[in-house]
């Protein structure tokens, strides 16, 4: 070891110690994890000086000097620190004294965070009520201010404030040619992928049997083949491990679709998802992000592990990223078009029961996009609306047809992403012309269709226009069990939501809609 590493290294054990704070209030205080971590870390430092005065590098006089002089030294430089850190929120309180000149001297050592001179105005602001002018008008401007800047601080970067932004991409419609050939929806999607592929050389796509397989739905039909192995990736049986890959790609660069088989099995990789995708561009306040578009499949088919629709978990799990519910696979595609681009994490969870079902080819397959928090109306109605997604769309539809006959007009809504959800507010303006709201989920009863309710009622506004309180038809409590029986008992079906709906109906208008026998 040289001389002149001698010096840096002190500065380091001086940095490291557990030196008292000298400013007053909750400053001073420094929890006992924190003591001992320290003492842990200076621990090992103390036997380095050892070494260095054991092997005659230097002597215990000159390290003794050298300790004094880096420990003034890393004093005043925290003191800078905190004097620097301190002149904002002084400044703020001092704008506070001139409104509240009454406010107690002795409380001057006691803002010494914004959150507390944010809460003394506050206070001040509520037992202020009732005056009209002057000072309470004073402080309502100085709440208004600082408290959307401190939440600000602490709270932006959730999602991507760039240009490359999901909802800042404008809408591409589908197009499609007179004679445009109906393909199974797995073709609509694979034949999208093989686009981005082609265009975007850091287009990658890794998960279990996406290679060699194509995928257990045949999506990837023929894509390894076509791009190599080193951009269409097999991976092992580890949700958990192809996220890490998918997230270490995406920060080095690389476009990954991860690809977990079946949405039962996110949650091996959901401590992955909203601890490391999720949050991160919210916790380096936007210095780093991670573009991992998650692609799964769910919703009802058959069998306990493969039929899972547990959306209200993923979507208070994962705030940070986007969550897509598209009822086919041209929709996916479009959600895929506007998602792969940007920079933003996502998750999209396709219907598992839709991908040998028709759809038309279009031909800008590459192009069109499906934009972000913009539910769409399936089919107009003036009597209730009846909110969805995913698979339930078709089961909303059919329900809507037997509703026509027993004279209730039903409009359905697609809401197509959940987070976000509704952007502008359609759900909440059909609401307010049809007095009745239906949610429908397979989701256990309080999951998915609860946030849906809260999203209409509460943060859009619709509780006053409403005729009847609002309904829910969801799945069981229980996972769904193998057979069609077993999906029929375990899944909401289209007597369930035509029960559900004609009930409200006859609750609004009794005179109107006879009983059903037996209700």
């Known amino acids: 070891m040289r001389a002149t590493h001698v010096p840096a290294l002190v500065h380091v054990m001086h940095m490291t110690q557990p030196l008292g704070h000298s400013s007053s209030g909750s400053h001073e205080r420094y929890k006992s994890e924190q003591r001992m971590a320290f003492e842990r870390d200076f621990d090992c430092l103390r036997r380095m000086r050892a070494w260095l005065v054991a092997r005659g590098y230097a002597g215990d006089e000159a390290l003794t000097a050298l300790e004094r002089e880096e420990r003034e030294r890393v004093a005043a430089a925290r003191l800078d620190a905190w004097r620097a850190y301190q002149a904002p929120i002084r400044a703020a309180a001092d704008r506070l004294r001139a409104i509240l000149p009454d406010l107690p001297k002795a409380a001057d050592d006691e803002l010494v965070l914004r959150r507390d001179v944010l809460d003394a105005a506050r206070a001040a602001r509520v037992a202020s009520r009732g005056e009209r002018a002057g000072r309470a008008d004073a402080l309502a401007a100085f709440v208004a201010e600082e408290e959307p800047a401190l939440r600000r601080r602490y709270g932006s970067h959730l999602y991507s404030e760039t240009a490359r932004s999901p909802l800042r991409t404008a809408a591409v419609a589908a197009r499609y040619a007179d004679n445009a050939p109906?393909?199974?929806?797995?073709?609509?999607?694979?034949?999208?992928?093989?686009?981005?592929?082609?265009?975007?050389?850091?287009?990658?796509?890794?998960?279990?049997?996406?290679?060699?397989?194509?995928?257990?739905?045949?999506?990837?039909?023929?894509?390894?083949?076509?791009?190599?192995?080193?951009?269409?990736?097999?991976?092992?049986?580890?949700?958990?491990?192809?996220?890490?890959?998918?997230?270490?790609?995406?920060?080095?660069?690389?476009?990954?679709?991860?690809?977990?088989?079946?949405?039962?099995?996110?949650?091996?990789?959901?401590?992955?998802?909203?601890?490391?995708?999720?949050?991160?561009r919210h916790r380096t306040a936007g210095g780093q992000a991670a573009p991992v578009v998650i692609r799964t499949k769910g919703h009802r088919l058959q069998g306990i592990w493969h039929a899972g629709s547990p959306m209200g978990t993923l979507v208070h799990a994962l705030r940070g990223m986007h969550i897509a519910v598209p009822r086919d696979m041209t929709t996916a595609a479009g959600m895929y078009n506007l998602l792969l681009p940007g920079d933003d994490p996502a998750l999209?969870?396709?219907?598992?029961?839709?991908?040998?079902?028709?759809?038309?080819?279009?031909?800008?397959?590459?192009?069109?996009?499906?934009?972000?928090?913009?539910?769409?109306?399936?089919?107009?109605?003036?009597?209730?609306?009846?909110?969805?997604?995913?698979?339930?769309?078709?089961?909303?539809?059919?329900?809507?047809?037997?509703?026509?006959?027993?004279?209730?007009?039903?409009?359905?809504?697609?809401?197509?992403?959940?987070?976000?959800?509704?952007?502008?507010?359609?759900?909440?303006?059909?609401?307010?012309?049809?007095?009745?709201?239906?949610?429908?989920?397979?989701?256990?009863?309080?999951?998915?269709?609860?946030?849906?309710?809260?999203?209409?009622?509460?943060?859009?506004g619709t509780f006053d226009t409403l005729d009847v309180p609002p309904r829910s038809v969801t799945g069981a409590?229980?996972?769904?069990?193998?057979?069609?029986?077993?999906?029929?008992?375990?899944?909401?079906?289209?007597?369930?939501?035509?029960?559900?709906?004609?009930?409200?109906m006859r609750q609004r208008a009794p005179e109107r809609y006879p009983a059903l026998p037996g209700r």
């Open 182 to 280: 109906l393909v199974d929806g797995r073709v609509v999607l694979r034949d999208c992928f093989d686009r981005w592929l082609a265009r975007d050389p850091s287009g990658v796509i890794l998960g279990e049997d996406v290679g060699l397989l194509g995928d257990v739905n045949l999506v990837y039909e023929g894509l390894q083949a076509r791009h190599g192995a080193r951009r269409v990736i097999d991976t092992g049986i580890r949700e958990a491990t192809i996220l890490g890959q998918g997230i270490g790609l995406a920060q080095r660069g690389f476009r990954p679709i991860v690809d977990i088989q079946y949405l039962d099995y996110l949650f091996y990789a959901l401590q992955q998802a909203t601890d490391e995708l999720a949050t991160l």
């Open 477 to 504: 409590e229980h996972r769904t069990t193998y057979g069609r029986d077993g999906d029929y008992a375990g899944k909401p079906q289209v007597y369930d939501v035509v029960e559900a709906a004609y009930a409200l």
């Open 348 to 460: 999209v969870v396709e219907t598992l029961n839709a991908y040998r079902v028709k759809e038309r080819l279009p031909t800008n397959l590459g192009d069109f996009t499906v934009p972000l928090g913009v539910p769409e109306v399936l089919r107009p109605g003036s009597d209730l609306t009846l909110v969805t997604y995913g698979a339930c769309c078709a089961v909303a539809l059919e329900a809507a047809e037997v509703l026509a006959r027993l004279d209730v007009s039903a409009e359905v809504i697609d809401a197509r992403t959940l987070s976000p959800f509704d952007r502008h507010g359609i759900a909440a303006a059909s609401v307010r012309r049809t007095g009745a709201l239906l949610v429908l989920d397979e989701d256990v009863p309080g999951g998915a269709s609860a946030y849906l309710v809260w999203a209409i009622v509460d943060r859009d």
